[in-house]
């Protein structure tokens, strides 16, 4: 999975280290080196929106190199909300040359997405969506039409693990703009412990099949 961070610019990005550019920072395009498919933006409503300073970012980001994704604007918690923003604040993005993202909140369900209209979904919500069911199901919604999934606000392992094993694409959380030097290396190490977890969990599991009488361990 892609790591997205906000902030943190003197952090160097890699192939799996991209930007996440928010309204509140106020970056200039020209002081980071944004490399195609590798920056995504996000629109600040979970700390508080300001649609002057949402717009703003999106004309000064305006030209550079192909983008994931922008946001658009969310009430978080409130899928029922979320839709209604959609239209207009959809719209303005993709007028402005980027694909919009949905970000899916509490309550929604699948049939409510706007599948067609969308580059990219957002898992956002409370805890309780994050971890649930549900944002699972429209992530695989999401990929079986093979859109861009992003999860925001992973900031454990715990939390890394969901996001993997639900297929997404990218990740930001706090923590990774905060302690950069601490914490985007701890994404890796997060990363390689689920593929063992996995790897082991398949191992024996196939043990079992080959054997069914055996003496699994």
């Known amino acids: 999975m892609l790591l997205l961070v906000s902030g943190a610019s003197k952090y160097p990005r890699s192939a799996d280290v991209g930007h996440l550019i928010v309204p509140r920072a106020g970056n200039a395009r020209t002081a980071l080196n944004l490399q ?10 979970f700390i508080k929106f300001d649609s002057a300073r949402f717009i703003r970012m999106l004309e000064r980001f305006q030209g550079a190199p192909e983008c994931l994704f922008i946001s658009a604007p969310d009430a978080v918690g409130d899928a029922a909300a979320t839709l209604r923003l959609w239209p207009f604040w959809s719209k303005l993005i993709r007028g402005l040359g980027f ?21 990219a979904l957002f898992i956002g919500g409370t805890t309780t969506f994050k971890e649930g069911s549900l944002a699972r199901t429209l992530c695989a919604y999401a990929s079986a039409r093979g859109i861009w999934i992003h999860w925001g606000r992973v900031n454990s392992q715990r939390r890394y693990a969901l996001a993997m094993q639900a297929g997404c694409d990218s990740i930001d959380g706090t923590g990774f703009s905060r302690y950069p030097d601490i914490n985007i290396p701890k994404a890796r190490k997060w990363k390689s412990a689920v593929i063992a977890q996995r790897t082991e969990t398949r191992a024996r599991h196939n043990a079992h099949v080959e054997d069914p ?5």
């Not at 993202?101 to 309550?107: E, L, P």
């Not at 929604?108 to 580059?119: F, R």
């Open 36 to 45: 195609p498919r590798r920056w995504a933006g996000d629109n600040d409503a």
């Open 99 to 119: 694909p919009p993202a949905f970000v899916a909140q509490d309550g929604l369900l699948p049939h409510q997405v706007p599948w067609n209209e969308m580059g």
């Open 213 to 217: 009488f055996g003496d699994v361990r």
